[in-house]
C-alpha cells in the first residue's frame, strides 16, 4: 500500500543535539511538508519542497534544516538552535497544487514525538 | 493575515447525540477549505474538501457544509469510534499552503 513512513515514532534529544527525522513516500507525490503540532495550535508549516533539489520556508523554519535529494525523501534536522523543539513533527505530501485529483489533499505519516532531555 | 478559528475546543457527546463542530475562517479568497480527522498519536486522515459556499458533502454519520464565513461538520447520531480531534484547514487564493485550525477533540460515551 502507498503511503508516508516517519522515522523514528519517539526520539529523544539532549541540550545542544542534533536530530535527524526521516520521512518517505511511494506515493509518487512532487510535494512534500513538514509541520509542527503542539497541544492546543493548529499544524504550522516548518519546510516544504515541490521539486527534488529545491525547498522553500515555512512559518517557523528557524532552527530547523532540510534535504530533498531524491523525490520519494525529505528529512528534517532539528538543529541545536531551535530553543523549544520538544513537539509533534508531521510529514505529509500531495501532488502539486492545482493538479488534479486530489489538487491540495494532504496525505500524512503518522508522526514523530521529539522530547528535549 | 489568513486566520481559521475551531469550536468548540472540546465537545462530549452521548452515543446517539448528533452535534455540530464549526470552522471559522478569514482566508484571502478561498481556495478550498478541508476537514480532517486526527486520532491521537496519529497523523491527520482527509475527510473532505469544500471549494464553495452552499457545497455539502457527506461520508457515513458525517456532513461538512461551507458558507462564506464559516465551515460545519455535523455528526449524526455519533458512535465511540467517532471520537478524534478534527481539523479543518483553509486554502487561500495567494498563499500556497494550507491554514490550520487547532482542532476540536470529539469524544463520543457509550
Known amino acids: 500500500d502507498g503511503g508516508i513512513t516517519q522515522s523514528p515514532k519517539y526520539l529523544f534529544r539532549k541540550e545542544g543535539q542534533n536530530v535527524t527525522l526521516s520521512c518517505e513516500q511511494n506515493?509518487?507525490?512532487?510535494?512534500m511538508y513538514w509541520y509542527r503540532q503542539d497541544p492546543g495550535q493548529g499544524l504550522r508549516l516548518i519546510y516544504y519542497?515541490?521539486?527534488?533539489?529545491?525547498?522553500q520556508k515555512g512559518d517557523i523554519a528557524e532552527g530547523y534544516s532540510v534535504s530533498r535529494e531524491k523525490k520519494e525523501s525529505f528529512p528534517l534536522t532539528v538543529t541545536s538552535a531551535q530553543k523549544n523543539p520538544t513537539a509533534f513533527y508531521l510529514c505529509?505530501?500531495?501532488?502539486?497544487?492545482?493538479?488534479?485529483?486530489?489538487?491540495?489533499?494532504?496525505?500524512f505519516g503518522a508522526g514523530s514525538r521529539l522530547t528535549v532531555l | 493575515e489568513d486566520q481559521v478559528t475551531q469550536s468548540p475546543e472540546a465537545l462530549r457527546l452521548q452515543e446517539g447525540e448528533s452535534s455540530s463542530l464549526n470552522c471559522s475562517y478569514t482566508?484571502?479568497?478561498?481556495?478550498?477549505l478541508f476537514w480532517y480527522r486526527q486520532d491521537p498519536g496519529k497523523g491527520p486522515e482527509f475527510l473532505f474538501t469544500?471549494?464553495?459556499a452552499g457545497e455539502e458533502k457527506e461520508k457515513e454519520r458525517l456532513k461538512a457544509t461551507l458558507t462564506k464565513k464559516e465551515s460545519f461538520l455535523h455528526i449524526t447520531a455519533p458512535k465511540p469510534e467517532d471520537s478524534a480531534t478534527y481539523l479543518c484547514?483553509?486554502?487561500?487564493?495567494?498563499?500556497?499552503?494550507?491554514?490550520f485550525g487547532s482542532g476540536t477533540q470529539l469524544t463520543v460515551l457509550p
Open positions: 505529509a505530501s500531495s501532488t502539486l497544487p492545482g493538479q488534479p485529483p486530489g489538487a491540495n489533499v494532504l496525505t
Open positions: 506515493l509518487n507525490h512532487d510535494a
Open positions: 519542497s515541490q521539486i527534488v533539489n529545491d525547498f
Open positions: 482566508v484571502s479568497g478561498l481556495r478550498g
Open positions: 469544500l471549494y464553495s
Open positions: 484547514a483553509g486554502l487561500s487564493g495567494s498563499a500556497r499552503q494550507l491554514t
